[in-house]
């Protein structure tokens, strides 16, 4: 029999039952965008991107990549199928196909939301800037010291995060700014729309572009009415409208970042302008990095700026000019300002910090021409030392080309590759005629890309600046950071620049050269100070430990390169840092008057001269073709000259030294000789290997006081061979050994005449002749 409750009793319990279910919490749903149960995560962006929002999708995809997970990224225009897992970044179709909606004007240019529709997450802000910073949200709430396994959020997730303003409110003769709008100029409604953008940034105020016969109310006017003053902008009150004017090409757009960037920038409440209210800024013709919003103070991060004027100037072919004084702060992101007019850095200061970057290979500044590249048509193969290209250019070029059939520069040891395409460059006239200077170093049967770089008749100027890297605290593994002064564009000239390296500590990645000269002839490095970078060690591809090579100086593809009256910052025989130059596939270098830790050839030189210098204790380590020639340098390498050991001793060609001074190892105690190299004739490096076909010395002096106890004098070649003492060791790649060495005017130190080498049956073919003693 059913046992009844009292009324009480019955609705104590009803009450608790109630305060139980409404206290009781629904289980709790995710979005797994990683599981395995549904289709992969893809990255949507908009199918027009601008360079902010592609920072930010790089972002995401590295911070992925980095946890072992690649997302590829598609455009909203690639796949319509709504029920697809997808990160959706800026505005896109998706948000029409999720039916879902979002406020930018409420957000903010740099403002953002995040929010879960299904199985999207949607990550945008009023502005491109505001979906970066969507982005760096995402990974520091998700990603970031998550399990690599996945990737999850709450399912009904929704965040926004709207941009506070320093400014409250504009008045302008009593009136809000929000009561305006602005009437373009008729033919050009460009500068309106930057200025609606500008006063969106600083103030989330949205005003009307309308045009000059719409309903009259208080408006910003662009006027094609002159201003007082020759090349100036103008921005006035009169009568409650605000009248806008310049004299000058592009000069609403400078005018109008000035003005944002002296008057609304600082300002902070309401910005107050009365009645008769006037701006006149007057430009020189430099543009400078103040007028596009550069603070200099060292502490705001200017880059954004930086790339502004420079934009702006490429646009007007107008020059830079940093701003005196200014000390202008690089941070970690990823972008880069393009320059193609005279810059002055003047005595400004540039701090690039590497210690957070958002990509290691971007270049800082990159320095590049206003002639595109072409590919070559029409050209089936190439012959070496052919005279003619075979067809004609538009312009005369630096020409590259390559066979990725063919491996050269098979590099042997710790650092053991597979070689490298086939790669010649080589400058062409208008009539396909090759410059007999650069001239075809292998036959190209094949080619697989054939590619001119038009040179540029008028010499660009880059001059000043004092730059100082915050080095990285990388892992210490070949991961390279470029954030340099990349230059792309022949016939360029860089003066009086100086580049600093602060904060090394006992690990860090490897830096591939400030001073990064790549695909371009005829440039000159002058009177610019650099620095060698620290030293550090990782596993190389044999697996044993290396020293990984780290470069200030880096010329790649590159010829008619000129470093005259460099230096370094620190001590050029201190083995602590690595040697200062690394270069690869050029033609036709020249040091002259420099200090130096370093000359270096790895992938090859054709000609290279030596003069009036002096190179430490890294040494000139050489392979290629043509003329080596020394001349009145005093080199403290261990050997006067090395032939790279790694890519196969090799030098098609004559060396030549006059007047040098030879101190070996720096005044280590070491045993010296002149020719440095190994070369077993085991391994195939692509190519026949060659000793110098000649060897002329006339005037050297071998400062090799401070020698061992056992040493015999100094050597001409160093023991390429132990192994190799007679006729019955087979090199099964031979080394084609030179005809001679002709020496005239050589002393040294000790007081020990010159030897041949320790191992005499190697060099047993070459002629050894001493002038002075004929």
């Known amino acids: 029999m059913p046992t009844s409750l009292s009324p009480a009793l019955l609705c104590l319990t009803l009450s608790a039952a109630l305060i139980l279910t409404l206290n009781a919490q629904p289980a709790h749903q995710t979005l797994d965008l ?74 903010g240019s740099e403002g953002f939301q995040i929010k879960v529709v299904g199985r999207r997450v949607f990550i945008l802000g009023g502005g491109e800037h505001g979906t970066k910073k ?177 934009a702006f100037a490429n646009q007007h072919n107008l020059p830079v000019k940093a701003d005196r004084d200014a000390k202008y702060y690089i941070g970690g992101t990823d972008a880069t300002a393009f320059i193609q007019t005279d810059t002055d850095f003047g005595n400004a200061e540039f701090l690039i910090d590497d210690t957070n970057v958002e990509n290691r290979t971007t270049a800082i500044f990159v320095v590049t021409s206003k002639l595109e590249s072409h590919p070559i048509e029409g050209v089936k193969n190439l012959k070496r030392q052919q005279t003619n290209l075979g067809v004609t250019l538009p312009r005369r070029s630096l020409v590259c080309a390559t066979d990725s059939n063919v491996k050269r520069y098979i590099r042997y040891g710790a650092n053991q590759n597979q070689g490298s395409s086939q790669t010649d460059i080589f400058i062409v006239e208008t009539n396909g005629d090759i410059d007999p200077k650069t001239p075809l170093l292998w036959d190209f049967d094949q080619i697989t890309e054939l590619a001119a770089y038009p ?70 490095v002058r009177d610019t100070i650099l620095t060698g970078h620290k030293t550090y060690r990782t596993i190389g591809s044999a697996g044993t430990t290396v020293s990984m090579g780290t470069y200030d100086i880096s010329l790649n593809r590159a010829t008619n390169v000129s470093f005259i009256n460099c230096r370094q910052t620190n001590d050029i025989n201190d083995r602590t840092y690595w040697g200062i130059m ?58 006067l000259v090395g032939l790279r050991t790694d890519y196969g001793c090799t030098w098609e060609g004559d060396f030549i030294i006059r007047n040098c001074v030879f101190i070996p190892g720096g005044g280590g105690k070491i045993s010296a000789s002149l020719i440095g190299g190994s070369y077993s004739g085991q391994h195939d490096f692509g190519y026949t290997c060659y000793m110098p076909k000649t060897i002329t010395i006339d005037g050297l002096h071998i400062d090799d006081r401070n020698h061992p106890d056992t040493y015999e004098g100094a050597a001409i070649f160093a023991n390429f061979n132990r192994n190799n003492t ?47 003693k004929d």
Request: hydrophobic letters at 40%; proline letters at 4%; charged letters at 25%.
């Open 34 to 107: 990683l599981s395995k149960e549904h289709a992969r995560c893809k990255i949507v962006r908009p199918e027009t991107t601008s360079r902010i929002e592609w920072q930010a999708i790089n972002l995401l995809r590295n911070a992925m990549q980095a946890k072992g997970v690649r997302l590829p990224v598609i455009t909203d225009a690639a796949e319509k199928d709504v029920s697809g897992t997808e990160i959706v970044l800026g505005q896109t179709n998706r948000e029409a196909q999720a039916s879902v909606t979002f406020d930018r004007i409420a957000l």
């Open 134 to 310: 969507g982005v760096q949200h995402f990974l520091r709430t998700f990603v970031q010291e998550k399990p690599v396994d996945s990737l999850t959020l709450p399912a009904d997730y929704d965040y926004a995060e709207p941009q506070k303003y320093a400014i409250s409110d504009v008045e302008i003769a009593g009136q809000s700014l929000a009561d305006f709008a602005i009437i373009p100029l008729a033919d050009d409604p460009k500068p309106a729309a930057l200025l609606r953008d500008l006063i969106f940034q600083h103030t989330g105020l949205w005003l009307e572009i309308a045009a000059p016969d719409a309903p009259k109310k208080p408006a910003i006017v662009f006027s094609s009415q002159k201003p007082e003053a020759a090349g100036s902008f103008e921005l006035l009150e009169q009568k409650g409208d605000v009248i806008l004017k310049t004299d000058l090409p592009g000069g609403f757009v400078r005018g109008l970042h000035a003005f944002f960037a002296s008057v609304v920038s600082p300002s902070k409440g309401t910005l107050a302008m009365p009645e008769t209210y006037a701006f006149r800024k007057t430009f020189g013709t430099a543009v400078l990095y103040s007028d596009f919003g550069a603070r200099g103070d060292g502490v705001t991060d200017d880059i954004e700026a930086i790339i502004r004027a420079h």
């Open 455 to 524: 040179i540029d008749t008028i010499q660009l100027k880059i001059t000043g600046g004092r730059f100082t890297t915050r080095a990285n605290a990388h892992e210490s593994k070949y991961a390279y950071y470029n954030r340099s002064l990349a230059i792309r564009r022949s016939n360029t000239l860089v003066e009086g620049l100086e580049h600093y390296v602060v904060d090394e500590g006992d690990h860090g990645a490897p830096y591939g050269g400030f001073i990064n000269i790549f695909r371009c002839s005829d440039v000159t």
């Open 582 to 639: 690394g270069s690869n596939y050029c033609k036709n270098l020249l040091y002259d008057g420099c200090s130096l830790s370093r000359f270096d050839a790895h992938m090859g030189v054709a000609n290279a001269t030596i003069r009036n210098s002096t190179i430490g204790s890294a040494g000139i380590s050489v392979t290629g073709t043509g003329t080596l020639l020394l001349e009145n340098t005093t080199a403290n390498g261990s050997n």
């Open 726 to 772: 007679d006729d019955t060791y087979a090199e099964k790649y031979p080394y084609v050994r030179g005809e001679e060495v002709i020496l005239k005017n050589v002393t040294t130190a000790s007081g020990k005449p010159l030897r041949t080498c320790d191992n005499a049956h190697i060099f047993k073919d070459v002629k050894i002749r001493f002038v002075d």
